[in-house]
Structures are given as structure tokens and as C-alpha cells.
């Protein structure tokens, strides 16, 4: 198995920034395929961005697009979601997520971390 624990939410303004944090425990991180989701409320989870193995590959979400950024340092077991120009409609709590690289799903969830954009 693996650990997952965010970092990095808070309050900020719109058109502010945030870089959220991930940081796992437990098995080889570079063995997972990583995952940013968010869920706001009264509203189902969805699906923010996520990276291969390898970071060779990403993608994001329309919503997000030219604005969030996902990236990876395996050296530090740790993903990370650069986020820019933020909207009120970004206020989540945003979570991340491991998928096993042989099975694709999205298997281990972090507890998230709140982020609330101020308009």
C-alpha cells in the first residue's frame, strides 16, 4: 500500500496562486500513476489532472487547463499541482490519488486539503 498526505491549501484571492503538495509513504512511489481530484461542496468529486509513472505524460481537465499544473519528483516521492490564476469555482477540497501502474485505477486517496478562493 501506499500513504498519501497533502499539503499546501489555504485562502487566496482570485487570480492568486497555490502549489498543493503529495507526499507518499509505503511502497515505491515510482510504481503509481498520480491523480488530483477535487470535490467542492454539494458537488461530486471530480477529476482535476493526473501524471504517468514515469511524468513523461499529463493531463488536465478542461476546467483547469492552461491554468493548473501537474508534476512529480519521484526523488521525493512526492507530486505536486501548481495552480495559477485561480477562480472562486476553484474552491475544493482537493485530494490526491495513486493508481498502480498494472491496474490503472486510481486505489489510494490521500485526506485532502481544502482550498478556498476568495472573489
Known amino acids: 500500500q501506499v500513504q498519501l498526505v497533502e499539503s499546501g491549501g489555504g485562502l487566496v484571492q482570485a487570480g492568486g496562486s497555490l502549489r498543493l503538495s503529495c507526499t507518499a509513504s509505503?511502497?515505491?512511489?515510482?510504481?503509481?500513476?498520480m491523480g488530483w481530484f477535487r470535490q467542492a461542496p454539494g458537488k461530486e468529486r471530480e477529476f482535476v489532472a493526473r501524471?504517468?509513472?514515469?511524468?513523461?505524460?499529463?493531463f488536465h481537465s478542461d476546467a483547469v487547463k492552461g491554468r493548473f499544473t501537474i508534476s512529480r519528483d519521484n526523488a521525493k516521492n512526492t507530486v505536486y499541482l501548481q495552480m495559477n490564476s485561480l477562480k472562486s469555482e476553484d474552491t475544493a477540497v482537493y485530494y490526491c490519488?495513486?493508481?498502480?501502474?498494472?491496474?490503472?485505477?486510481?486505489?489510494?486517496w490521500g485526506q485532502g486539503t481544502q482550498v478556498t478562493v476568495s472573489s
Open positions: 501524471i504517468t509513472v514515469s511524468g513523461s505524460r499529463t
Open positions: 490519488a495513486a493508481a498502480p501502474a498494472y491496474r490503472g485505477t486510481f486505489d489510494y
Open positions: 509505503g511502497r515505491t512511489f515510482s510504481s503509481y500513476g
